[in-house]
C-alpha cells in the first residue's frame, strides 16, 4: 500500500535521523496547544504501521550498503596504511599492517599449541610411585 504523502514525509524524517516526535511534527500539522503526550503516541503509532516501518528499512537500505566495509576495502586500506608506514621508515606499524591483512584474507592463521597430559592410569601410578622411590632416597616419608 502506498503511503500518504504525510506517512512518507514522516518516514524520510525518521531516515534522516530525528526523532520519531520530531518526526512527527515535521510531518503533520501540530497545534501550539497540541500535548506533547499526544504527538508521543501518534509517533508511536505511525511506527507500529507494517507500511511505514517497511518504507523506513527500504530508505535505509542503500545508506546501510554504502557505508558497510568489504573485505576488500579492508585490504586495500590496510595495505595504504602498511605502504604510508614504510615510508616512513616505521617498518613495525608496516610489519602490524601487513600481519593484519594476512590475518583479514586468511593468509596468516596464528597458531597456538596445547599440551594435553593423555597419560594412561598405569603411567599415572608408575610416575606416582617413582615419586615416592625419590623421596625416600632423598630421606623424606613419601
Known sequence: ???????????QAIVAGVSQTDAYR???????????????????KLMADLNITSR??????PVAQKAQITLESHLDDLMRLRNMAAKEKQFGAAIAAEIARGKASGVHVERTES?????????S??????????????????
Open 26 to 44: 515535521a510531518a503533520y500539522k501540530v497545534g501550539p496547544r497540541t500535548k506533547p503526550e499526544s504527538v508521543n503516541q501518534q509517533a508511536s
Open 56 to 61: 523506513v528499512a527500504e530508505l535505509r537500505l
Open 115 to 123: 599440551k594435553i597430559n593423555l597419560k594412561t592410569d598405569d603411567e
Open 125 to 142: 601410578r608408575a610416575i606416582a610411585h617413582a615419586s615416592r622411590l625419590e623421596a625416600l632416597a632423598a630421606g623424606g616419608a613419601g
Open 1 to 11: 500500500m502506498a503511503l500518504t504523502p504525510k506517512q512518507e514525509a514522516f518516514a
